[in-house]
């Protein structure tokens, strides 16, 4: 995280989640500042996905704070999250591959002249989101199904970016992509860095949240075990606290301050 004294843009406090008698989520704390890359791990019955949705207003958590910009919310639907500034791109990237690049980016609420789409509009302002994100996307008239996994990687992104978040969740999102488009994915967090935009990259793969990222959170059976800052930790480490990793107090805001003056 910012080594200084932000607001953070997402705080979670004690979150406990349960699913009938299965306990999900267990005293979960989260903290994200602008413009920080968390990475998010812990293996496949960690908690990330269930923590993630509630972020996002998917499920409800059963008891717990969370807090956007200092402000107490709760989240009733992800289109609540969405109106605060959190996305979360799927790894199906839900995408129509019989529309084209720029109908994508705006599906669902195409610019309209009266009873018309705007298609002028659309298309110029898809234009400016990819140019913003420096995507390598042919034309905002190609097909997506025509694109590779990578491309189409990048008009889903494109998309979230279209709404202005502060938050981006990326879920597991190199885990079908190719060196290149791995890449390629990596520079554009780190432009969405320089902009100010908070990820949260869920992945199995350290490799890609050493690569990019400020810190790493590790979950496990739905419990904090590790919070770590990348510069200060090794792929090693936290592999060993997936694995064999007891429970940590999660750091609070003020606690991750403090640590790191």
Not at 204 to 214: P, T
Not at 237 to 260: M, N, Y
Request: proline content about 3%; some cysteine; aromatic content about 6%.
């Amino acid at each position: 995280m910012p080594e200084n004294r932000e607001t953070p843009i997402v705080e979670m406090r004690h979150i406990y989640k349960s699913f009938g008698a299965v306990r999900a989520l267990s005293d979960v704390n989260l903290v994200l500042y602008p413009g920080e890359i968390l990475g998010l791990v812990g293996d496949n019955s960690a908690g990330k996905s269930t923590l993630m949705k509630i972020m996002t207003g998917a499920y409800q958590r059963d008891t717990g704070d969370i807090l956007i910009s200092g402000k107490p919310v709760h989240f009733r639907s992800p289109h609540e999250s969405r109106d605060v500034g959190i996305e979360m791109i799927y790894q199906d990237f839900a995408l129509c591959g019989n529309m084209d690049v720029g109908q994508n980016i705006f599906l669902g609420r195409w610019p309209r002249r009266g009873f018309f789409v705007n298609r002028r509009r659309m298309y110029e302002e898809a234009s400016a989101v990819l140019k913003r994100l420096k995507v390598d996307v042919n034309s905002v008239f190609q097909r997506v199904e025509s694109l590779s996994g990578g491309r189409q990687q990048s008009v889903a992104i494109a998309r979230a970016i279209s709404f202005n978040p502060k938050v981006v969740i990326l879920d597991e999102p190199t885990a079908n992509l190719s060196v290149m488009a791995t890449e390629r994915l990596l520079e554009t967090m780190l432009e969405l860095k320089k902009q100010g935009v908070a990820q949260i990259i869920i992945s199995h793969r350290l490799q890609d949240i050493f690569a990019v990222g400020d810190r790493v959170m590790v979950l496990k059976r739905g419990e904090n075990v590790g919070d770590r800052y990348v510069k200060h930790s090794t792929e090693q480490e936290i592999l060993g606290l997936i694995v064999q990793g007891t429970r940590e107090t999660a750091l609070t805001a003020d606690q991750a301050v403090a640590k790191a003056a």
